[in-house]
């Protein structure tokens, strides 16, 4: 069961191990590849110790796929087809956005890390400067057995990723990892309503292949769909480490409570003294998990009991330090900073949340974990000292809007769907603070054209994602909530299916329509600007990549200073790149 945990925290771990050694001077690698393989074995060995006991077998929240289950392989297939159809690997359409992916893991596989472009003796020295983490592993096949390769492996780290997204979704949900990733794929704003209602050229309904994100001009919230199919690198590691998140949150509540309530049964089984309240035994079972050294004799026999009637006295004292999840926490979010940092920005409130609800203030830090915090730490840092380099792309500032546009695309993109959450909600701090972020994030701005709303809301929108499903899924919620809830998801679930259909139709157009032979081959003229000048279902109609730029090296346009920057003045180029 706690090898979905590892698995995914391996998955996360890995590209910035080898980031550590491509792009940081091995002074400095060195010592802090120890501290994190130290960090790393100790969350592996101990992650998620109680899962033996028969309380915690009432949580789902480390569960891996049974390979014998045709659950599973409808599954495997279903999300096969969505990463297929995403045009990651190059198999079937790749949307505009992929012109520029395609272009950094050629150059990561082409150029030593890191990749430099130039660097004169005096002038400004070119780096690639962007999120490149989730690139890495493939770039480093691509490096020994060549571009194909490299596309091939990164659709198989792609597929992992769902997966792992999707298991931790349905244990968190308690429903069927198919359900699970159905939702992921379909979940959505109301993109269709409003281009119905309020677009203007483009997008239309028809034909059902068009980019209906794009009705409200420059506000747009993407669907799950619209991330993978356009910005797979950003996106995959973000649901990841916030699925993750609420997983974590969960097995440490709920296998708390449920030792809590096995403390009671084992003390009265065992004849022990059962005089304890409720509260009082539920706070042995907080200590046991925690691992505290008793002060009272009386109390150190009742634990001494516990042990023996839970079957633990196996465990480390070390091991159950893993269940105050907040070290966890802080080091999967700074994982999230390192693939995206934008995406990290929205995550980080939530963070704050299970850091307060977790925190005994009167001891704050009691139990702390000295190599996740000092991991989580070096991987901020590092990661902020390269991002921070590239200052031509952090722009910053605030957007204004008509009140009436900014109402309707904050109802049709989420909020309708968060204001009916509100009476089963309300008390809930997740709830109010997804919509917090949603309705103030268009405002913002960071970075260079609507990145930061666009990125920033995958932590606010996955959140709302999974409260609506909890509401879907589970029986107490009213029909007629839960009917409601099924109309817009459905009315939703059009944005999503557009873009499947999209990459559907062009692909079937591609094999079986076009006469290969009929084809001018690719120029090998260098590209130097690059503008997206026709809709999405138009673009590069004669092929199904999208792969125009051969090389960052000689780009000069505006998008381009969001992956190339002179870093000669940076800390990072001076203190921290190898020379």
């Known amino acids: 069961m706690k090898n979905l945990h590892r698995i995914s925290i391996l998955y996360l771990i890995l590209p910035f191990l080898l980031f550590l050694f491509g792009w940081v001077r091995l002074t400095f690698a060195i010592p802090i590849a120890i501290i994190l393989l130290f960090a790393l074995w100790q969350l592996l060995k101990n992650t998620n110790p109680i899962t033996n006991t028969c309380a915690a077998r009432k949580c789902r929240c480390y569960q891996l796929p049974n390979f014998r289950s045709l659950t599973t392989v409808y599954c495997l297939l279903i999300t096969a087809a969505f990463v297929f159809l995403s045009g990651v690997g190059g198999y079937t359409f790749q949307n505009w956005d992929h012109h520029w992916r395609n272009a950094v893991l050629r150059d990561l596989i082409t150029y030593n890390w890191p990749v430099i472009y130039s660097a004169p003796e005096q002038g400004p020295i070119k780096m690639l400067v962007y999120y490149v983490g989730y690139w890495l592993p493939s770039a480093l096949v691509g490096k020994v057995f060549g571009w194909e390769a490299a596309n091939f492996f990164l659709f198989l780290w792609t597929w992992l990723g769902i997966l792992l997204v999707a298991y931790h979704l349905g244990n968190f949900l308690k429903i069927s990892p198919i359900k699970s990733a159905l939702l992921l794929i379909l979940f959505s704003g109301m993109d269709a309503l409003g281009a119905l209602l309020f677009a203007r050229d483009y997008p239309t309904l028809w034909p059902p292949i068009q980019h209906l994100e794009i009705w409200a001009g420059t506000l ?20 990841l480490c916030i699925s993750m998140f609420v997983t974590l949150s969960k097995a440490t509540l709920t296998c708390t409570g449920a030792l809590a309530g096995s403390a009671s049964e084992g003390l009265q089984s065992n004849g022990s003294d059962s005089s304890l309240a409720p509260k009082e035994q539920e706070s042995v079972a907080r200590h046991l998990c925690r691992a505290e050294v008793p002060s009272d004799i009386n109390v150190a026999l009742r634990k001494l ?17 893993q269940n105050d999840a907040r070290w966890q926490l802080t080091f999967v979010w700074s994982l999230c900073f390192f693939f995206a940092p934008l995406a990290s920005i929205g995550l980080f409130p939530y963070l704050l949340i299970d850091l307060v609800k977790r925190t005994d203030f009167k001891n704050p830090f009691k139990g702390t974990r000295i190599d996740l915090l000092l991991a989580s730490f070096i991987v901020v840092v590092i990661s902020y000292l390269f991002f921070s380099s590239n200052t031509a792309a952090q722009e910053r500032g605030f957007q204004s809007f008509a009140i009436k546009d900014f109402i309707i695309f904050f109802l049709f993109e989420g909020g309708i769907l968060w204001l009916l959450l509100a009476p089963v909600k309300w008390r809930d701090p997740y709830w109010a603070v997804t919509g917090i972020l949603l309705f103030i994030m268009p405002f913002i701005q960071l970075g260079s054209g609507r990145d930061f709303v666009m990125r920033a809301s995958i932590a606010p929108l996955f959140y709302l994602m999974m409260m609506v499903g909890e509401a879907l899924f589970q029986k107490t919620t009213s029909q007629v909530l839960r009917f409601t809830f099924l ?22 157009q591609y094999y079986f329509l076009t006469d290969h032979s009929q084809l001018t081959p690719p120029g090998s003229e260098i590209v130097t600007h690059l503008e997206q000048g026709v809709a999405p279902e138009m673009e590069h109609p004669d092929t199904l990549t999208a792969d125009d730029i051969r090389t960052l090296k000689f780009m000069d346009d505006k998008l381009s200073k969001n992956f190339i920057a002179n870093v000669r003045q940076s800390l990072y180029y001076r203190y921290i790149s190898p020379r």
């Not at 109309?487 to 559907?504: D, K």
């Open 220 to 239: 747009q919230y993407s669907s799950f769909t619209t991330q993978l199919f356009w910005v797979f690198n950003q996106a995959v590691p973000a649901w």
């Open 305 to 321: 009991r516990l042990f023996l009637s839970l079957g633990t006295a196996m465990f480390s004292r070390r091991g159950f330090t």
């Open 487 to 508: 109309i817009l998801l459905l009315i939703g679930a059009l944005t999503p299916l557009y873009e499947i259909n999209r990459s559907v139709y062009r692909a079937v």
